[in-house]
């Protein structure tokens, strides 16, 4: 199988993504915060990380992200708002990411199947918010979401048989869910990421550039 390569796995999901490649013959390259320096905050970090990478990767996945800064949560109401609290979702959730995608042209093949999957969130999705709140993270990932679906387009002018998604992985359990419980549950790390993968090899560049859920399903931007 393809070399693999997966943007935070240091990370609940991004660990049980890289099993799943492994286990699926790939050779894996896991880059971390932990494990390599790479600070999404930090623009000077990302060049020199992902700048050090040589490709080309069939698989690139990129499962970082927070629901707020470290001490706090999500907002609940407007007045909750804070400037400093929202750059740094927004610089981790989204500006991250898109640094980490500007290497994607050359990391990835230009006449092969290629797979760039990245990890959103279905409340990032503007048409599904029926509840409000948490306004940094929703921001974040809707902003995500359209850097994803422009790099669909970009990549598709370049790299024909490449395959862009944004991706809700579920509600996983991770650290990163701790002290939320959804009515409809959380579901394990390793079957999020055997989820992802499937709905991954399911689609064709055709469909390149769409909002995905771990079934499948397409969601509404």
Avoid: C
Wanted: no cysteine; hydrophobic share 45%; aromatic share 4%.
């Amino acid at each position: 199988m393809d070399r693999a390569l997966v943007i935070g796995v240091s990370g609940g999901i991004g660990a049980a993504l890289a099993r799943a490649l492994a286990e699926r013959g790939a050779d894996v390259v896991g880059l971390s915060r932990r494990g390599d320096g790479l600070d999404l905050r930090d623009p000077a970090s990302v060049e020199r990380v992902l700048g050090g990478i040589e490709g080309p990767f069939g698989w690139m996945l990129v499962a970082t992200g927070i629901l707020a800064p470290q001490g706090r949560g999500p907002e609940k109401a407007l007045r909750d708002i804070d400037a400093a609290a929202m750059a740094e979702t927004f610089a981790v959730n989204a500006i991250g990411p898109a640094l980490v995608l500007r290497h994607a042209p050359r990391l990835l093949p230009r006449r092969e199947r290629s797979v760039l999957g990245v990890l959103s969130a279905r409340v990032g999705s503007i048409g599904d918010n029926q509840l409000g709140g948490w306004h940094s993270y929703r921001a974040s990932k809707a902003a995500l979401n359209q850097i994803v679906r422009n790099a669909a387009i970009e990549l598709a002018r370049t790299h024909p048989q490449a395959v862009v998604a944004a991706l809700h992985p579920g509600t996983v359990e991770t650290p990163f869910t701790a002290g939320y419980n959804p009515a409809h549950g959380k579901i394990g790390a390793d079957e999020s990421a055997r989820r992802l993968l499937g709905v991954l090899d399911g689609l064709g560049p055709e469909e390149s550039g769409t909002f995905r859920d771990h079934r499948g399903a397409v969601l509404p931007w």
